[in-house]
């Protein structure tokens, strides 16, 4: 199509610009004011954005990039189409901004000074800020920009920067583009998820692709060597970056740092805010990040424990936080004045969320009494909470229930993404669905928090089937994922976690934990594990985990499934020198005469001169059990995590040692857990701590 020279639209086509691989730039004019104008052809175009009329999601996306107003962002204004014999030609009319491209800039200098460098790089930032949290068509996402490079920012002659192209490669097909130099222009600030997954890609794309930038306006290279354009594409994957000191000697550690952070492979080790770079950037900016307390916790799950924290708290006030399934709201109303009316008590309100989407919830009156409860007798599935409005209902119901139960912690809706009561054929992956819901759900509790609750923390709770961990792939995306919300915390369960998980499963799922606290620096708690084992996460570092008073110590799925309660009527007896709990036959307690015959007797606050079936005694039991696990938290507060993780492993040791020596009591595969402990703690300790 000719148009040099042509008046269209009053736009007046003066001068050629550039060409890229989808399109040509034009400089126009309209009466005294100038313009550049973008064309392209409509074959181009993505086939989901070429449909006219109530379905014209190119026109929605023009019209939202039309909506941008930034100082550091070009000013789209107008747009019409134009058909010629060939199809429709799209014409994007911006603003005309005098000065020249960053890759014109580095042609004639190579390379930039770091104090101007970051001078334009904390522009590039605020620029990218702005389209990151500008509502696109998905409201999550903002505007990613997905081509930045040094071609699209222009530096005006004040200084002033403006970033060009935004929003415009989400709607163009790369498929039908045959430019090599264009795909090799493009190439080194490509992130690794854009080559490996680029429909999925979220804002840390962009941050990655600034990383480059910044690497290269300060050594004049790009972070890898390559001749040929797969080398180049096998490097970004697989390969760490050149470190920029040696390209050039004269960048501080404090930058070089910031560009190998925002280099990295997977998202979730990146930056995960601009803030965060910028403060990272700008030393004198006194405000400070959140920091979080990591500090060891133990969280009680509740169920029917009110005389036993009434009792307990007299004798140690300080008791710390509860779990508390809001389903129990009706039916242990004294139980929940109780932690209520105590300030020391800190409150995490389960929302009983996983539970709706099995029909058993039906049998539980307490859950069917819940306001986000479907009224109609149908299960929570993804289809049921599809429509926008029905997912941001049902997080206005969720959250304002746990604010009604005065809780400190918010927590977001979840559900368990492996769910097997539910089928819809071999076309449909289920759990994608599930996974993609509750992310969902996630972002839209954290948006109603702070517009709501802003001064409450809030929690993404996270439930999964734990053998999905052993794929490193799915490990990494649920890392780059989750670290992504812009939360306080995580509560994940994982099915199943308990003294039978081979070893495997047991150390990518403890990996997982210790890698998404380790990457976001924000608490994360392990729900409903065996207390030996989540002493032994504590030691590691985790910040958290719960339980029941010595119940409620796994989470597996046929606990919805099943209509029956979920615990066992015998009394269990925390042993922490077994590093386990047993349960003991309150009438007739012999094995733990015979335990206590070969251990020897507790002499904790609650057991000490008394007679063994007092010891054994329901209420008793739940005391010792509180009064042990808050001792054993004391511990490890007070000591580095190099010195716990050796200390848990040479428990570990010490309990083999006892059971060996109560065969009449237990058989040998009754402790086996133990060794399979000892093998991952001891490869955690030296993948994490040595």
Request: glycine share 4%.
């Amino acid at each position: 199509m000719n148009i040099l020279n042509q008046t269209i639209k009053d736009y007046k086509f003066i001068s050629f610009i550039n060409k890229g691989g989808f399109g040509a730039v034009y400089k126009a004019q309209k009466a005294t004011d100038f313009f550049a104008i973008k064309v392209f052809h409509e074959e181009y175009v993505l086939r989901e954005y070429k449909k006219h009329g109530e379905n014209n999601r190119l026109q929605r996306e023009i019209e939202i990039m039309k909506s941008v107003s930034h100082e550091y962002l070009v000013e789209y204004v107008d747009d019409f189409i134009i058909e010629d014999e060939s199809g429709k030609n799209y014409f994007l009319v911006m603003k005309f901004i005098e000065g020249h491209n960053l890759r014109e800039i580095l042609n004639q200098e190579e390379k930039l000074n770091e104090e101007k460098a970051l001078e334009l790089f904390k522009q590039i930032l605020e620029g990218l800020d702005y389209l990151h949290n500008h509502k696109g068509e998905d409201d999550d996402t903002g505007i990613i920009h997905r081509d930045l490079k040094p071609e699209n920012i222009i530096i005006q002659n004040n200084g002033q920067i403006k970033i060009v192209d935004f929003g415009i490669s989400k709607v163009i097909d790369f498929t039908s583009l045959t430019s090599t130099g264009e795909i090799f222009g493009t190439g080194p600030y490509m992130s690794p998820e854009q080559i490996t997954d680029s429909k999925h890609l979220d804002k840390r794309s962009d941050l990655y692709t600034a990383g480059v930038i910044l690497y290269e306006i300060l050594t004049g290279y790009y972070p890898y060597d390559f001749q040929y354009f797969p080398e180049l594409i096998e490097k970004i994957k697989n390969d760490p970056a050149i470190p920029p000191r040696r390209r050039n000697l004269s960048i501080s550690n404090q930058i070089e740092n910031v560009i190998l952070k925002l280099l990295e492979k997977n998202p979730y080790q990146r930056f995960l805010t601009i803030d965060e770079i910028l403060k990272a950037v700008n030393p004198i900016n006194t405000q400070r990040e959140k920091v979080y307390d990591l500090s060891p916790r133990f969280l009680l799950r509740l169920y029917n424990d009110k005389s036993v924290l009434e009792k307990y708290t007299k004798h140690d006030e300080k008791f710390g936080y509860v779990v508390f399934p809001a389903n129990l709201e009706n039916n242990q109303p004294g139980l929940r004045k109780n932690i209520q009316d105590n300030p020391n008590i800190k409150i995490l309100v389960d929302p009983a969320t996983v539970r709706l989407a099995y029909d058993t919830y039906t049998d539980v009156k307490g859950v069917l009494e819940l306001p986000y409860a479907p009224n109609d007798y149908s299960v929570i599935t993804p289809t049921y909470l599809e429509s926008y409005k029905a997912q941001k209902e049902y997080v206005k119901k969720v959250i304002d229930k746990q604010i009604e139960l005065q809780a400190d912690i918010l927590l977001s809706p979840f559900h368990y993404t492996n769910n097997s009561t539910i089928s819809y054929g071999p076309t449909r992956n289920l759990t994608a669905e599930w996974l993609d819901l509750d992310c969902k759900l996630a972002k839209e509790s954290i948006d109603y928090r702070n517009n709501f609750y802003p001064n409450k923390e809030i929690y993404t709770g996270i439930c999964i089937k734990a053998d999905i961990l052993k794929d490193d792939k799915d490990k990494k995306f649920l890392l780059n994922t989750f670290s992504s919300f812009e939360n306080d915390g995580f509560l994940i369960y994982a099915d199943t976690i308990d003294t039978k998980t081979n070893e495997v499963i047991l150390y990518h799922y403890i990996d997982f934990l210790i890698e998404l606290q380790k990457w976001t620096n924000k608490p994360v708690i392990a729900g409903r594990i065996n207390t030996g084992l989540g002493l032994g996460l504590l030691s590691l570092g985790l910040s958290g985990f719960t339980s029941g008073t010595a119940r409620f110590e796994s989470f597996y799925e046929d606990l919805y499934k099943e209509s029956s309660k979920a615990f066992n009527m015998y009394t269990r007896y925390y042993f922490p020198e077994l590093l386990t709990t047993v349960s003991i036959n309150r009438k007739t307690p012999i094995k733990f005469d015979e335990i206590i015959k070969n251990i020897g007797a507790c002499d904790c606050y609650y057991c000490n001169k008394k007679a063994n079936a007092e010891i054994v005694k329901d209420q008793n039991a739940h005391l010792h059990f509180l009064e042990i696990i808050h001792t054993e938290i004391a511990h490890l507060q007070k000591n580095s995590i190099n010195t716990n993780i050796m200390n848990y492993i040479n428990k570990i040791d010490v309990a083999i040692s006892l059971y060996s020596g109560l065969k009449n009591v237990f058989k040998s595969d009754e402790y086996s857990f133990l060794y399979r402990w000892k093998n991952v703690f001891t490869k955690i300790k030296d993948k994490h701590y040595v």
